[in-house]
T-cell receptor, first 117, second 111 residues
Framework: GAVVSQHPSWVICKSGTSVKIECRSL??????MFWYRQFPKQSLMLMAT?????????EQGVEKDKFLINHASLTLSTLTVTSAHPEDSSFYIC?????????????FGQGTRLTVV | DQQVKQNSPSLSVQEGRISILNCDYT??????FLWYKKYPAEGPTFLIS?????DKNEDGRFTVFLNKSAKHLSLHIVPSQPGDSAVYFC??????????FGQGTRLTINP
């Protein structure tokens, strides 16, 4: 199946700093990628849809200025958590669907565990 | 508004028996449904999907059933194996757009 790689797998940062998470589609081009957040023992909540070459589409309640998304190429989307605070600590996951082969489902990255101290 | 619901947070099944995980949805625009398996600290892994034009899809030990009139789908795993122990999420989408996930069901297979 298609491969989506996410980096880093875990990161610890100090409160007030910014953290960048990368999501790459390794063997296909993804015009659209999705960023999710998962709290412990809860579902995956869609944060935003990342569109190559244009602005991301954010879900209601997600702060655009805090969670910056850049989809600079067909294989790379980045999520930057700016001025991170302890409440931003969570598991962040990206995904992408292979264009024209939606029957394969979305492919997910390994996830990034962010801990803000 | 929880458009996709998995009402059972956990399920325990004996090895070799059938595991049945259930999912309900409210949005009649959903036309594609998927099941994912997830281990802790990992991204979800796609298991099986079904289009709204079908009522059953089978792949090895996994079968997904869709009842559109009831807005209900289920995942059957038979026979259940210890390696099936994980959290299972159902998800739905409309016109290949964003996925909406249920809350997940933790499946435990007992030897």
């Amino acid at each position: 199946g298609a491969v989506v790689s996410q980096h880093p797998s875990w990161v610890i940062c100090k409160s007030g700093t910014s953290v960048k998470i990368e999501c790459r589609s390794l063997d296909f081009q993804a015009t659209t990628m999705f960023w999710y957040r998962q709290f412990p023992k809860q579902s995956l909540m869609l944060m935003a849809t990342s569109n190559e070459g244009s602005k991301a589409t954010y879900e209601q309640g997600v702060e655009k200025d805090k969670f910056l998304i850049n989809h600079a190429s067909l294989t790379l989307s980045t999520l930057t958590v700016t001025s991170a605070h302890p409440e931003d600590s969570s598991f962040y996951i990206c995904s992408a669907r292979v264009p024209g082969r939606e029957g394969l489902g979305a492919f997910f990255g390994q996830g990034t565990r962010l801990t803000v101290v | 508004d929880q458009q996709v619901k998995q009402n059972s947070p956990s399920l325990s099944v004996q090895e070799g028996r059938i595991s049945i995980l259930n999912c309900d949805y409210t949005n009649s625009m959903f036309d594609y449904f998927l099941w994912y398996k997830k281990y802790p600290a990992e991204g979800p892994t796609f298991l099986i999907s079904i289009s709204s034009i079908k009522d059953k899809n089978e792949d090895g030990r996994f079968t997904v059933f869709l009842n559109k009139s009831a807005k209900h789908l289920s995942l059957h795993i038979v026979p259940s194996q210890p390696g099936d122990s994980a959290v299972y999420f159902c998800a739905a989408s409309a016109e290949a757009q964003k996925l909406v996930f249920g809350q997940g069901t933790r499946l435990t297979i007992n030897p």
